[in-house]
């Protein structure tokens, strides 16, 4: 267990960080490209206007484009540079702003109009997502409550009636039961949070 602890902790705590990371990064997204849009329509290149959103934007995505334009500076081309940014972050907004980015370079066209449009559909799929995070607390509340219920009733017997948990903890029949019963609750967890997991 100490050595899977060991193991196990790290890559959890770094999956947690990135999606950490991942949320701030897509918190950020509108307001700095509202930025990138309007410093396009003033008249700036697309490396110009990079330039002043990192000057300007939040400090989460000012460091990626930051390093999105040093590695345009060590010659990479800055369709390159912009996709580096979607592979690092990995979230579906930075996909789409980015992309619609690179495309904007490749094909030409009104970028800032684009850019915009994108402002709009992410603040209004956030709107969504919000409004159905709130439909469902209730439910996910409930999914919490079911998913704790079975430690809380271990917990509760073992404190009143300890000698009959010792019997099923030393029993071979009574660890067999136990970790059915651990098997199902995974089941059960992993089924809810499928469940309830919201895909705008």
């Known amino acids: 267990i100490g050595f899977l602890t060991v193991v196990l902790c790290p890559v959890y705590l770094r999956k947690r960080r990135f999606a950490q990371y991942q949320k701030q990064f897509d918190a950020s997204l509108v307001e700095s490209l509202a930025t990138v849009a309007s410093s396009l329509r003033a008249g700036l290149t697309l490396k110009d206007s990079l330039v002043v959103s990192v000057q300007n934007c939040p400090a989460v995505f000012s460091a990626e484009v930051a390093r999105a334009l040093k590695d345009y500076r060590f010659g990479m081309s800055i369709d390159s540079s912009l996709d580096g ?5 990995k979230t579906r907004n930075a996909n789409i702003a980015f992309g619609t980015l690179i495309l904007g370079t490749q094909l030409g066209g009104k970028i800032p109009d684009t850019l ?85």
């Open 116 to 200: 915009t449009r994108i402002v709009n559909t992410i603040r209004e799929v956030d709107r969504v997502e919000g409004r159905l995070r709130a439909l469902t607390a209730q439910g996910r509340a409930q999914g919490a409550l079911l998913c704790s219920m079975p430690f809380i009733i271990f917990a509760g017997m073992y404190m009143f009636d300890r000698d009959k948990i010792m019997l099923m903890l030393t029993n071979p029949v009574g660890k067999i039961l136990l970790g059915i019963v651990v098997f199902l609750e995974l089941i059960g967890v992993v089924v809810t949070m499928r469940v309830m997991k919201l895909d705008v």
């Open 85 to 89: 940014i979607r592979k690092r972050v």
